[in-house]
């Protein structure tokens, strides 16, 4: 058994923030300007710092405490309650995400053929690397992404290591990310860099991945050679069948809290912001009118885009394709909604912003979910105390308890099965299950003979 | 149209008004000065620790009252006078009713020590007790927490999370032993001092000391030991609230006393929740019960009673949860501290976590009568069945899977425990 000791910050905890803190220090200074003889070294000693210093911290952090919910505070902490700190905090990463999409170049984005500098220019020597290209604005913030999301999903590890079912999930979270969609894509355009780029994340499906049916990445598919056909038959059978198919035996948890790198994100470095989520009935009416907009729209989109492939014409009633359609949805939802505000506003509006109102993928496997798939949250008869941990830890804000306080199972489209309320509720009342149709909505439960 | 009166803001009263309203259009009136809104009371201690905001704990969005015409009185209830079917209130207006329900829940014990009103001295039962302790325990170093029940080791758990050093003392010669068997309370006793919490067991208050200025100074016990403190948490039960209604003409004991259907001796005037004594209590029920389901089922009952469809109480098969720091316990059926006479039980505990398992079966017709679980999650609905329907210890055994209701991936102890079932049963026949 653990010797359990006082919450205090030890030199050790110390020691990991300053190792870290240094680590970020090295990436900020560059975007002042500051260059390095020896990038590869600085980005190699930089990142380890991060990644190291952050693990030592959590280490240290969790271990002293005996495993269990460690919810202490998180009301009273500015950062994570929407006090000063995390309204600096969202307006930092709001204008990262700004800069990121449409000004890289104050990033040190190389433009019209420059060479890279500042921060990009940082990262050079590992794109060298996966590509012998120098690296671009995407290639650096994939790999903060993939970093962070390996860091602090350690860091969740060690939150929840009383939890198998948190621990198994986020390491499969922590591979996903990595593996498929950092490692093995970097590696294959490496291999492939004399084709024109697609996407090589294989689990990133239409419609989360808008541009899927654009004419530019249809063709740069079928001239991908046979790796750009393997992408694009799986792509569609991505869509068509296994989203479906896993979706009706599991529930959206599959994609949305397992693999997909947005769900990822939220998981691991959005943990901290998930109970800031509105739990409103309002909030799940206009969750209701956004998603599933957003979902028609790029539906009609891609019908047009397609419609445009096909027939070779550049527009559609008359209107230019790219300047009308494709274009403006890439700009206001696939940056803007999922970038700007999914991201940029966790610590303001909860870590699934992006996941609860704005995602097609989410919208597309929440309709599956809602009305022919096995999964399901099970109330355990009667032991619901109301208390209302479930509801305001869920991230998708779900009220839970309002199900849970009736013995009634929870199905709702938008659930993404991250199972925290399962893990918060302190009468062990709900558990996610995968189980027959029948029965599954309504009612379970009887105490009454 | 009827106006029905409902006295207390809490679980059960809150039931009987919901339900009510969906019956049918009686004009419902809800007296209560505790909270604006209805709460969850069994969230205080996660409200004081910062796992959630205060409206986290109120189940209903404050509109949904007004949506559904509740009128919500913010008032106290002074008398009731069944004679003219009034009460009257703290701000000296009175109220006319056709039927009225008593849900005024209960009060945090006093048993007249020397100092217990001092400065300093607090329960924990209502919000204004949170209210206080949040202001009060930036100045605390030391609390004793009195009392080894539920609520003490929920107050306990608080005070930690502040870093406030807290001595527990225990009547009793292990925590909780009245209701938990000696294994169980053991284990908890193991639990409480891993959080360094001075456990002081065979030991009572005798007397608070004044700091001499209405403060609280410091606690004497029943050892003669005097120990610095600068709050003392009085959890040592709690009675149903009910002062107000002696010599109303309603029949009180310790609580209202009701029969089956809820009802008083007086007609119109029901009684529910924590506050209503039994008269014949049913399935070894107590006459007063003090758990939020019970306070739920007998909103549910008195409303359909009310709106015409006279029912009796019928709470089923007990069952109960708790948790205790980071261990969580469920019961169902019913396991006594000690066996009774036709009681054989069947304990498995786990080598290295607080993990345990308690089985209560009949010695004759072998069947499973109750269990008592800790750090694993049981299905209610099976269990109550297999209660129901009196199935062998040896199916239970065998089943004990079914029953499980752990979040997916976690570790199974079932074949341990089976295995450890079967060596047992052999070593009794031989
Ligand atoms: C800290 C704590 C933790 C708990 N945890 C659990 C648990 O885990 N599981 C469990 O089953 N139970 C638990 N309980 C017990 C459970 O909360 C009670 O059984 C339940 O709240 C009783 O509900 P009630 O509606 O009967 O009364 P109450 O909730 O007490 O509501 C009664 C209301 O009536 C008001 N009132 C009283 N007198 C008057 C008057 N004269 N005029 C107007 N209004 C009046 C009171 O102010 C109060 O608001 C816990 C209790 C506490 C204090
Ligand atoms: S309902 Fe539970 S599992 Fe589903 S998203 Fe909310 S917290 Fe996660
Ligand atoms: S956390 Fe558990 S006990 Fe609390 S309201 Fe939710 S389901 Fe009920």
């Given at each position: 058994?653990?010797d359990i000791?006082?919450y205090?910050?030890g030199f050790?905890?110390?020691?990991?923030?300053?190792?870290?803190a240094l680590?970020l220090?090295?990436?900020?200074?560059?975007l002042?300007?500051?260059?390095?003889?020896n990038n590869g070294?600085l980005?190699t000693?930089?990142?380890l710092?991060i990644?190291v210093g952050t693990?030592i911290?959590?280490?240290?952090t969790?271990?002293?405490?005996?495993?269990?919910?460690?919810?202490h505070?998180?009301?009273f902490n500015?950062?994570t309650s929407?006090?000063?700190?995390g309204?600096i905090?969202?307006v930092i990463?709001?204008?990262?995400?700004v800069v990121?999409?449409w000004?890289?170049e104050?990033?040190?984005?190389?433009?019209k053929g420059a060479?890279n500098?500042?921060l990009?220019?940082l990262f050079?020597?590992?794109s060298d690397l996966?590509?012998?290209?120098?690296?671009t604005?995407?290639?650096?913030?994939?790999?903060l992404?993939?970093?962070?999301i390996t860091?602090l999903?350690?860091?969740?590890?060690?939150?929840y290591?009383?939890?198998?079912?948190?621990?198994?999930?986020?390491?499969v979270?922590?591979?996903?990310q990595?593996f498929?969609?950092?490692?093995i894509?970097?590696i294959m355009?490496?291999?492939?860099?004399?084709?024109a780029?697609f996407a090589m994340?294989i689990?990133?499906?239409?419609?989360l991945?808008?541009?899927f049916?654009?004419?530019?990445h249809?063709?740069?598919m079928?001239?991908?050679g046979?790796?750009g056909?393997v992408y694009l038959?799986?792509g569609?059978?991505?869509?068509?069948v296994?989203?479906p198919f896993?979706?009706?035996y599991?529930?959206?948890?599959w994609?949305?809290?397992?693999v997909?790198g947005c769900g990822?994100?939220?998981?691991?470095?959005?943990?901290p912001?998930r109970?800031?989520?509105d739990?409103?009935?309002?909030?799940?009416?206009i969750?209701?009118y956004?998603?599933?907009g957003i979902l028609l729209?790029?539906?009609?989109i891609?019908?047009?885009?397609?419609?445009?492939?096909?027939s070779?014409?550049s527009t559609f009633?008359g209107l230019d394709?790219y300047?009308?359609f494709t274009?403006?949805y890439?700009f206001?939802?696939?940056?803007a909604?999922?970038?700007?505000v999914g991201v940029?506003?966790y610590?303001?509006l909860g870590?699934?912003?992006w996941?609860?109102f704005?995602c097609?993928m989410a919208?597309y496997m929440?309709i599956?979910?809602r009305f022919?798939?096995?999964?399901?949250?099970?109330t355990n008869?009667?032991?619901c105390?109301s208390c209302?941990n479930?509801s305001?830890?869920c991230?998708?804000?779900?009220?839970v308890?309002?199900y849970?306080q009736?013995g009634?199972?929870i199905v709702?489209?938008?659930?993404v099965g991250?199972?925290?309320?399962?893990?918060v509720c302190?009468?062990?009342?709900?558990?996610?299950e995968?189980?027959?149709?029948?029965?599954?909505?309504?009612?379970t439960f009887s105490y009454?003979k | 149209?009827?106006?029905i009166?409902?006295?207390?803001n809490?679980?059960?009263?809150i039931t009987?008004a919901?339900?009510?309203?969906?019956?049918n259009?009686?004009?419902?009136?809800?007296?209560?000065?505790?909270s604006?809104?209805f709460?969850?009371?069994?969230?205080?201690m996660y409200?004081?620790?910062?796992h959630?905001?205060?409206e986290?704990?109120?189940?209903?969005e404050?509109d949904?009252w007004?949506?559904?015409k509740?009128?919500l009185?913010?008032?106290?209830?002074?008398?009731?006078?069944?004679n003219?079917?009034?009460?009257?209130l703290k701000?000296g207006k009175s109220l006319?009713?056709d039927d009225l329900?008593?849900a005024?829940?209960?009060?945090?014990?006093?048993?007249?020590?020397?100092?217990?009103?001092?400065?300093?001295?607090q329960?924990l039962?209502h919000?204004q007790d949170?209210?206080k302790?949040?202001k009060?325990?930036?100045?605390?170093?030391r609390?004793?927490?009195v009392?080894?029940?539920?609520?003490?080791?929920e107050?306990?758990?608080?005070l930690?999370?502040?870093n406030?050093?807290?001595?527990?003392l225990v009547r009793?010669?292990?925590?909780w032993?009245?209701?938990?068997?000696?294994?169980?309370s053991?284990?908890?006793?193991?639990?409480?001092k891993?959080?360094?919490?001075d456990?002081?067991l065979?030991?009572?208050l005798?007397?608070?000391?004044?700091?001499?200025?209405?403060?609280?100074k410091?606690?004497?016990?029943s050892k003669?030991?005097e120990i610095e403190?600068?709050l003392v948490?009085?959890?040592?039960?709690?009675?149903?609230n009910?002062?107000?209604l002696k010599?109303s003409?309603i029949?009180i004991?310790?609580g209202?006393?009701?029969?089956?259907f809820?009802?008083?001796?007086?007609a119109?005037v029901?009684?529910?929740?924590?506050?209503a004594?039994h008269r014949?209590?049913?399935g070894?029920r107590k006459?007063i019960?003090?758990?939020w389901?019970?306070?739920?089922i007998m909103?549910?009952?008195?409303a359909?009673?009310i709106c015409g469809n006279?029912s009796?109480?019928?709470p089923?098969?007990?069952?109960?949860?708790a948790k205790?720091f980071?261990v969580?316990y469920?019961?169902y059926?019913w396991?006594w501290?000690?066996?009774?006479e036709?009681?054989?039980?069947?304990?498995?505990?786990?080598?290295?976590?607080?993990?345990?398992?308690?089985l209560?079966y009949?010695?004759i017709g072998?069947?499973?009568?109750?269990v008592?679980?800790?750090?694993?999650r049981?299905?209610?609905?099976?269990?109550?069945?297999?209660i129901q329907e009196k199935?062998?210890i040896e199916?239970v055994i065998?089943?004990l899977k079914?029953?499980?209701?752990d979040?997916?991936?976690?570790?199974h102890?079932?074949?341990e425990?089976?295995?450890?079932?079967?060596?047992?049963?052999?070593c009794?026949l031989i």
């Amino acid at each position: 058994m653990v010797d359990i000791q006082p919450y205090k910050t030890g030199f050790l905890q110390k020691l990991g923030l300053s190792l870290s803190a240094l680590g970020l220090l090295i990436l900020a200074v560059t975007l002042f300007g500051v260059e390095f003889e020896n990038n590869g070294l600085l980005l190699t000693v930089s990142l380890l710092s991060i990644f190291v210093g952050t693990s030592i911290y959590a280490i240290k952090t969790y271990i002293s405490l005996p495993a269990g919910i460690k919810n202490h505070g998180i009301w009273f902490n500015s950062l994570t309650s929407k006090g000063l700190l995390g309204w600096i905090t969202a307006v930092i990463l709001t204008g990262f995400y700004v800069v990121l999409y449409w000004f890289p170049e104050y990033l040190g984005q190389g433009v019209k053929g420059a060479a890279n500098t500042n921060l990009i220019a940082l990262f050079n020597p590992l794109s060298d690397l996966f590509t012998g290209k120098p690296a671009t604005q995407w290639f650096v913030y994939g790999t903060l992404y993939t970093l962070i999301i390996t860091t602090l999903g350690i860091k969740f590890i060690l939150k929840y290591r009383h939890n198998r079912y948190q621990i198994i999930r986020t390491i499969v979270v922590i591979i996903a990310q990595l593996f498929l969609a950092y490692l093995i894509p970097n590696i294959m355009e490496g291999l492939n860099s004399d084709k024109a780029y697609f996407a090589m994340d294989i689990k990133y499906f239409w419609p989360l991945n808008y541009y899927f049916f654009n004419d530019w990445h249809l063709n740069n598919m079928v001239h991908g050679g046979s790796l750009g056909m393997v992408y694009l038959v799986w792509g569609i059978i991505g869509f068509l069948v296994i989203t479906p198919f896993l979706t009706y035996y599991f529930g959206k948890r599959w994609y949305c809290s397992w693999v997909c790198g947005c769900g990822g994100l939220a998981e691991t470095a959005g943990d901290p912001f998930r109970h800031l989520s509105d739990k409103s009935v309002r909030a799940w009416k206009i969750e209701r009118y956004l998603i599933y907009g957003i979902l028609l729209l790029i539906t009609l989109i891609t019908l047009v885009v397609l419609y445009g492939y096909f027939s070779g014409s550049s527009t559609f009633l008359g209107l230019d394709i790219y300047t009308y359609f494709t274009h403006p949805y890439g700009f206001l939802i696939g940056a803007a909604f999922s970038g700007v505000v999914g991201v940029g506003f966790y610590p303001i509006l909860g870590s699934r912003v992006w996941c609860r109102f704005g995602c097609p993928m989410a919208a597309y496997m929440g309709i599956i979910q809602r009305f022919k798939s096995r999964f399901r949250i099970t109330t355990n008869g009667g032991q619901c105390i109301s208390c209302g941990n479930c509801s305001t830890y869920c991230e998708m804000g779900i009220d839970v308890r309002a199900y849970a306080q009736k013995g009634e199972n929870i199905v709702r489209a938008s659930c993404v099965g991250c199972g925290i309320c399962s893990a918060v509720c302190p009468r062990g009342v709900l558990k996610l299950e995968n189980g027959k149709l029948e029965g599954r909505i309504g009612k379970t439960f009887s105490y009454k003979k | 149209m009827k106006h029905i009166v409902i006295i207390g803001n809490g679980i059960s009263g809150i039931t009987a008004a919901r339900n009510i309203r969906k019956k049918n259009d009686n004009r419902i009136t809800v007296i209560s000065e505790e909270s604006p809104f209805f709460f969850s009371r069994t969230a205080l201690m996660y409200v004081f620790m910062g796992h959630m905001k205060f409206e986290h704990t109120q189940p209903y969005e404050n509109d949904f009252w007004e949506k559904n015409k509740i009128d919500l009185l913010h008032d106290t209830v002074l008398k009731v006078d069944p004679n003219q079917k009034s009460v009257l209130l703290k701000t000296g207006k009175s109220l006319q009713y056709d039927d009225l329900i008593i849900a005024t829940g209960s009060k945090s014990n006093k048993f007249g020590w020397p100092g217990q009103d001092l400065d300093g001295v607090q329960g924990l039962y209502h919000k204004q007790d949170l209210e206080k302790l949040t202001k009060s325990y930036k100045t605390i170093k030391r609390a004793v927490i009195v009392g080894g029940g539920l609520i003490g080791i929920e107050l306990a758990e608080m005070l930690l999370s502040k870093n406030i050093e807290v001595t527990m003392l225990v009547r009793e010669k292990s925590f909780w032993n009245g209701v938990l068997p000696n294994e169980e309370s053991a284990m908890i006793n193991e639990l409480i001092k891993l959080h360094h919490i001075d456990l002081q067991l065979n030991t009572e208050l005798i007397e608070i000391k004044d700091s001499g200025t209405g403060k609280v100074k410091s606690i004497v016990t029943s050892k003669n030991e005097e120990i610095e403190c600068q709050l003392v948490g009085l959890t040592v039960g709690v009675t149903p609230n009910i002062d107000f209604l002696k010599d109303s003409g309603i029949e009180i004991e310790r609580g209202v006393l009701v029969n089956e259907f809820l009802e008083t001796n007086v007609a119109n005037v029901y009684a529910i929740g924590d506050c209503a004594q039994h008269r014949t209590p049913t399935g070894g029920r107590k006459p007063i019960e003090q758990v939020w389901y019970t306070g739920r089922i007998m909103g549910e009952t008195v409303a359909n009673s009310i709106c015409g469809n006279r029912s009796d109480y019928q709470p089923g098969i007990w069952f109960n949860s708790a948790k205790f720091f980071d261990v969580e316990y469920q019961t169902y059926g019913w396991v006594w501290a000690k066996p009774k006479e036709n009681e054989a039980t069947f304990f498995w505990k786990s080598k290295n976590e607080f993990k345990s398992l308690r089985l209560i079966y009949d010695k004759i017709g072998n069947h499973i009568l109750g269990v008592n679980v800790f750090g694993i999650r049981l299905r209610h609905e099976v269990f109550d069945q297999w209660i129901q329907e009196k199935k062998n210890i040896e199916y239970v055994i065998d089943n004990l899977k079914t029953a499980n209701f752990d979040p997916e991936f976690f570790k199974h102890h079932e074949a341990e425990i089976k295995n450890q079932f079967d060596k047992s049963t052999v070593c009794n026949l031989i």
